[in-house]
């Protein structure tokens, strides 16, 4: 319009797959080495900077690792945040300390027993160098405060404690003089001049005296339980989440959702209770809940019956009306005696910027946007070769398995876990046709599924735009070997800035960058 030539930049296509590589891996069991129950990881959580990471176990212990690899003598912290997101970097993480943050307990009233296992952690706002986080197992939750603490020492002691422990007492160590004496009274100058039963001087007292000296050389990281949050739940916690604000946050269990705020823990707001009058009119429980990152008034909660509502908390104190229901609606002629059981999700997460929520069913990942209702914009079939074998899995149990999903901080990518220890990750750009299968070992891409060449449509509504990818045949798993129900990849985290994941398989913790 100007007389400029303008140059139009050509439409970006979605982003090549990332080739994953082995970075390390902590806890590591040695062939035919038996793994305890108590040792197997429950939950996984990195921070908001992305440089701790804490795993929960089933008995009752959080573990914290902090990243070693941060310090770069190029430039600040704050200068490599501004970096390229695809810059490949070596993540390294080390072990910082771990702590009992739950014991077994007993329910005398309802005859139950209560087990350690962690069933969530969530990291809290840091304040003056202290670690903040919460932990909950199955009724109690507990927040924990993690401080470096210099140890100190009294140096320079007028009197000798090897002496003391003999039952003799020694003169200042900077004498020349310095001598022994023993406790009956009797030495080579004379008796003594008693001061106690313990302390005794010599006639002419002590050449000299000083005043002794506290030195702090090394520190100790020090694990402080600051507050309990019990007995606000009759079933079993399945999620906790922060809010924004960094004052509240709420848990879950299958029939109620509470807001707690943190400097308060002996009471809390019910603010959804999906429990009928008569319980034999329930016909679905609360399987997940998240705040929105952003939005402090905003949260949503999944259902086993395959729905996600988005609460409101400016619309009433008790928001057991919905904002918005986001489900898919079922194919005509598809439903069988499994189709409610598979549809259950059991893990929802907000994307960085809240416009998405991702969901893990038992078969499928499914994308949402918070802006449409009509159904998911993408699904990704997680194992479909599964599909045959729902049987099987009823009859061992594995179908009620609860897997969780995550998403890559720049939103480009997700990823869950699977059966065989293998866990896969998904482009969600339009266009992309990214389904990597990888395995929770020191080599990663050794279960590598080829990629489709073009993404299925389904034959479902063409606005919703579902993308059906990454089904592989039927009857093996991805490597073409028959499949280990036993040996499941549950837990796993995406770091908040880089392209890592880390992932809980039985008691070791992996750990993978791209």
């Known amino acids: ?14 982003p090549q797959p990332l080739e994953w590589k082995f970075s390390q891996v902590f806890g590591e069991r040695t062939a035919g080495e038996e793994v305890q129950e108590v040792d197997i990881i429950s939950a996984i959580e990195f921070d908001k900077s992305g440089d701790h990471l804490a795993t ?7 573990v914290l690792f902090e990243r070693t690899d941060t310090k770069d003598p190029r430039g600040s912290r704050r200068d490599m945040e501004r970096m390229d997101y695809s810059i490949s970097r070596h993540p390294e993480f080390r072990y910082k300390t771990e702590f009992q943050s739950h014991e077994p307990e007993f329910d005398y009233l309802k005859s139950l027993e209560i087990e350690e296992k962690i069933n969530k952690i969530k990291w809290c706002q840091t304040s003056n160098g202290a670690l ?31 002496a003391m422990g003999n039952g003799s007492i020694a003169s200042s160590s900077n004498s020349s003089s ?3 004496y023993l406790a009956n009274g009797v030495s080579p100058d004379g008796p003594y001049n008693y001061l106690s039963k313990d302390f005794s001087f010599p006639p002419g007292g002590i050449p000299s005296l000083r005043l002794p000296s506290v030195t702090s050389h090394e520190t100790s990281l020090v694990a402080r339980c600051r507050r309990v949050y019990a007995h606000a739940h009759d079933y079993h916690i399945n999620s906790i989440s922060n809010n924004s604000d960094g004052e509240t946050f709420i848990s879950a269990d299958d029939l109620r959702i ?3 705020n943190l400097d308060i823990s002996n009471q809390s707001f019910n603010i959804v209770d999906v429990k009928p009058t008569n319980m034999e009119d329930l016909t679905e429980v609360i399987t997940s809940a998240e705040f929105h990152p952003t939005h402090c008034n905003t949260l949503a909660y999944s259902s086993s019956k395959g729905s996600i509502r988005l609460v409101d908390l400016r619309q009433s104190a008790l928001c057991d009306s919905h904002a918005k229901l986001f489900e898919e609606q079922e194919a005509p002629g598809s439903r069988s005696f499994f189709t409610e059981i598979i549809a259950s999700i059991s893990d929802i997460k907000f994307g960085k910027d809240g416009r998405y929520i991702l969901s893990r ?6 994308l949402w946007d918070i802006n449409m209702d009509s159904g998911p914009v993408s699904t990704f079939q997680v194992h479909e070769y599964l599909r045959p074998k729902l049987c099987d899995l009823y009859e061992n149990d594995s179908i009620f398995d609860k897997f969780e999903c995550c998403l890559s901080g720049d939103g480009l990518r997700v990823s869950t876990g699977s059966y065989s220890n293998l866990f896969r990750v998904f482009g969600c750009v339009p266009g992309s046709t990214e ?16 990629t489709p060449s073009r993404p299925s449509r389904s034959l479902g509504n063409s606005l919703t735009r579902v993308v059906r990818r990454g089904a592989e045949s039927a009857g093996v798993d991805a490597n073409g ?16 800035t880089e392209n890592s994941i880390a992932c809980a398989a039985a008691n070791s913790l992996y750990m993978y960058y791209a």
Do not use: C
């Not at 929960?56 to 959080?62: H, T």
């Open 1 to 14: 319009m100007n007389g400029r030539d303008e140059v139009v930049a050509a439409p970006a296509g979605p």
């Open 481 to 496: 070997n028959s499949f280990d129900f036993t040996t499941k990849l549950l837990h796993l985290a995406w770091h908040p």
């Open 178 to 180: 310095s001598k022994s």
């Open 361 to 366: 069913d038992y078969m499928t990942l499914k």
């Open 56 to 62: 929960g176990d089933r008995g009752g212990r959080v």
């Open 132 to 162: 903040f986080l919460l932990s909950t197992n199955d009724k109690t939750i507990k927040f924990w405060k993690v401080q470096e603490k210099k140890v100190k020492k009294v140096s320079d002691m007028n009197v000798d404690p090897k």
């Open 258 to 260: 509470n807001l707690w």
């Open 435 to 450: 389904a990597t299968t990888l395995e929770a070992s020191k080599n990663p891409m050794r279960r590598q599924v080829p």
